[in-house]
């Protein structure tokens, strides 16, 4: 039988650093790496065997830290990602003849490639929005036609908490919708890719505007907010949620090695981790935005309530700024664009960006 690897060749590998790690970007926050606490905690889950398929030990202690955040009634089941995350939950609280209500500008309408209706088999009702934000009025120029069998029926509003835009929902906005929805016998499931960032700006605990709001259902973000892969479901109203489990599987988000998914929540929510890094994301935004408001040639479009700025300026400007500094157009007709703050953007990095971009308008 041979020996086990010592630590000296468990660190040794044949990869090779691929990247040069002082390039920066404003695309998305999931460009950034792995925090090292997270690092940290699977080196720590790393050895030895455990049960595959969430049987594990660190599954298992994942519902209480969850729990510790959403209330007693909360379930966990952790997944590969957030698209995934989002399918199987919308499939657990809707018939096979259910349709989403949701804001025309959302991720599971734009940026899911169609797998809400073709891997879901779900039908979105999207509604234009200004800030990306559903009201009771707007949830009602779709919420109709409930016993009309040529119609699609409404079963579930999906809002977005940070939004799209960048946007947040206070409690009491998300309280009005749930209330809502309720009445019209539709569950609420909010997609929390960015759910850490929404806290952070609104300051108060995650159940505030998730379990005490009325929240059904939600998915919950790591990725955003320096995990390395995995995201989670998060059930609130167990008695709204149909096989779980059994979705998990047919929509193919169950990991085998589930521990190292886990592990990484309890470094992210056993402690502040997930408030820090947020924090400190919504803070480069700010002083990003506060750093060009002035400077001729920029207009900052949207307010600034989580780790986005949203600005237009000349898209000759914009394009030699691509080539220093990665960032995405929102609008490709109107010149609007994107940039994103990370739990690992610094100072430096907000005030070189800055800085490029106000010499590059001087020279327009």
């Not at 409930?146 to 119609?151: I, K, Q, V």
């Not at 008695?239 to 998990?248: D, G, N, Y």
């Not at 400007?317 to 490709?332: D, G, H, I, P």
Request: net charge negative; proline share 4%.
């Amino acid at each position: 039988m041979a020996d086990a690897p010592t630590v000296s060749e468990q660190l040794a590998t044949d990869a090779v650093r691929r990247h040069d790690p002082e390039v920066r970007g404003f695309a998305s926050d999931n460009y950034a790496g792995v925090h090292p606490e997270v690092l940290t905690a699977l080196a720590l889950a790393n050895g030895g065997h455990q049960v595959a398929y969430g049987e594990d030990d660190y599954t298992a202690h994942l519902q209480d830290i969850f729990r510790g955040h959403f209330g007693p009634r909360a379930e966990v089941f952790p997944v590969f990602n957030g698209t995934g995350a989002n399918v199987t939950a919308l499939q657990s609280v809707t018939e096979r003849w259910g349709a989403v209500i949701c804001a025309e500008s959302a991720h599971i309408n734009v940026d899911e490639c169609g797998a809400p209706e073709r891997v879901g088999g779900l039908k979105l009702l999207t509604v234009p929005t200004p800030d990306g934000k559903l009201t009771p009025e707007l949830i009602d120029l779709q919420a109709f036609g409930f016993e009309d069998e040529h119609r699609a029926q409404p079963q579930v509003v999906s809002i977005t908490q940070t939004t799209e835009l960048g946007t947040c929902y206070t409690p009491d906005e998300i309280r009005a919708i749930c209330d809502h929805a309720h009445q019209h016998g539709m569950a609420v499931h909010l997609d929390g890719a960015r759910i850490s960032n929404a806290a952070a700006t609104l300051g108060v605990p995650l159940a505030a505007f998730t379990t005490d709001a009325g929240v059904d259902i939600l998915s919950f973000g790591g990725t955003k907010n320096g995990l390395l892969m995995g995201e989670c479901i998060v059930v609130l109203t167990p008695e709204r949620v149909r096989a779980m489990k059994h979705l998990r599987k047919l929509s193919m988000q169950l990991a085998s090695k589930m521990r190292f998914v886990s592990v990484q929540f309890e470094a992210l929510l056993a402690g502040d981790l997930w408030l820090r890094g947020a924090r400190h994301a919504n803070a480069m935004a700010q002083r990003l935005e506060a750093a060009v408001r002035e400077v001729d040639g920029v207009t900052i479009v949207r307010p600034v309530q989580s780790n986005a700025v949203f600005a237009i300026l000349p898209r000759e400007v914009s394009e030699r700024l691509q080539k220093r500094y990665r960032f995405y157009f929102w609008n490709e007709n109107t010149g609007e664009v994107r940039w994103m703050c990370s739990f690992d953007t610094t100072e430096d990095d907000v005030d070189s960006f800055a800085a490029a971009i106000a010499a590059e308008l001087a020279g327009h």
